[in-house]
């Protein structure tokens, strides 16, 4: 009995019987490694791809900002100098006639330029809350979306590796109980019924 034993352990295994379960292991392994590179790879892109963006919108909004600041000081000026002109020819017109003519020429110039200044600064705060309000809005969908698409990622991952491992294992079952399924006329057998006969 002892001697079968020996036989036993010593006899060789079929190859896919023996290095099966390496394979797996190491597919398994480069399957994980390779997931998570892929991950990590997607959501690097994802936060470059976030940043320009911002970049950009920030970009955007300081030109739009400063275009509108010179655009609103170019008009002051030219309405200015504009009202200071037609200031001048009434008031040299009009000076030899009268000076309280002048004085409500003077009052009604200055009404203009405060309602000019009013409208301008008021337009100014209206573009720069809108931009503010563009900003918030593009930042927000960008990260959710960025959210969205880690998420979805990572559950693609654990999937692919969860089936994978199942798949593995079940594949290994299957051929393990192929190549060792019992067999009563096999060698092994039959030298173990002549032992038990002569013993």
Do not use: W
């Not at 036993?8 to 480069?30: D, N, W």
């Not at 976030?50 to 008009?75: G, K, L």
């Not at 040299?92 to 009268?98: F, H, L, N, S």
């Not at 079940?170 to 067999?183: D, E, G, I, R």
């Amino acid at each position: 009995m002892l001697s079968y034993l020996s036989y036993l352990f010593k006899k060789e295994e079929p190859i896919i019987g023996k290095y099966f379960i390496v394979v797996v292991v190491v597919v398994v392994v480069v399957i994980v490694v390779v997931a998570a590179a892929a991950a990590v790879v997607v959501e690097v892109v994802v936060v470059v791809v976030v940043v320009v963006v911002v970049v950009v919108v920030v970009v955007v909004v300081v030109v739009v900002v400063v275009v509108v600041e010179v655009v609103v000081v170019v008009v002051v000026v030219i309405v200015v100098v504009v009202v200071v002109r037609v200031v001048v020819v009434v008031v040299v017109v009009v000076v030899v006639v009268v000076v309280v003519v002048v004085v409500v020429v003077v009052v009604v110039v200055v009404v203009v330029v405060v309602v000019v200044v009013v409208v301008v600064v008021v337009v100014v705060v209206v573009v720069v809350v809108v931009v503010v309000v563009v900003v918030v809005v593009v930042v927000v969908v960008v990260v959710v979306v960025v959210v969205v698409v880690v998420v979805v990622v990572e559950v693609v991952v654990v999937v692919v590796v969860v089936v994978v491992v199942v798949s593995s294992i079940t594949l290994y079952c299957v051929v393990y109980c192929q190549y060792n399924k019992p067999n009563l006329y096999s060698a092994d057998n039959i030298l173990v019924i002549q032992h038990l006969c002569h013993s």
